[in-house]
């Protein structure tokens, strides 16, 4: 792997971690529950249609609300930054190539 590549993996997985949080809130998984009229609320709402009138624990929505509210544990952390240092490869690896 080339250096640029490297770099670009790597402040690809830094900043999805650190964006992680941001993103949440900014859907609508806040501290303090789901925010009104949001993406969240949305996904919640489909979610408890498809389910009965209710969210599955351990759901996406009940996950992603979880991490909304009491932050991503380390083990999430990780699944993100790996997400982010492939996006990150494969875009420096993508611009690097000739046609």
Same mark, same amino acid.
């Not at 992680?20 to 009104?36: Q, S």
């Not at 969210?55 to 997400?83: E, K, Y």
């Given at each position: 792997?080339?250096?640029?590549? =490297? =770099?670009?993996?790597? $402040?690809?997985? &830094? ?20 925010? $009104? *009229? ?8 489909? &979610?408890?249609?498809?389910? *009965?009138?209710?969210?599955?624990? +351990? ?10 509210? $009491?932050?991503?544990?380390?083990? +999430?952390?990780?699944?993100? *930054?790996?997400?982010?240092? &492939? ?13």
């Amino acid at each position: 792997m080339d250096p640029l590549t =490297l =770099l670009a993996t790597g $402040a690809a997985a &830094a900043g999805a971690v650190v964006a992680a949080p941001a993103v949440l809130t900014a859907v609508g998984f806040t501290a303090g529950g789901i925010a $009104a *009229g949001s993406i969240a609320s949305t996904m919640m709402s489909a &979610a408890a249609v498809a389910n *009965g009138g209710g969210v599955v624990a +351990g759901g996406v929505v009940a996950t992603l609300q979880a991490a909304g509210a $009491a932050g991503i544990p380390l083990a +999430g952390q990780a699944i993100v *930054g790996a997400v982010g240092a &492939a996006v990150g490869a494969a875009v420096s690896m993508a611009s690097n190539c000739t046609v």
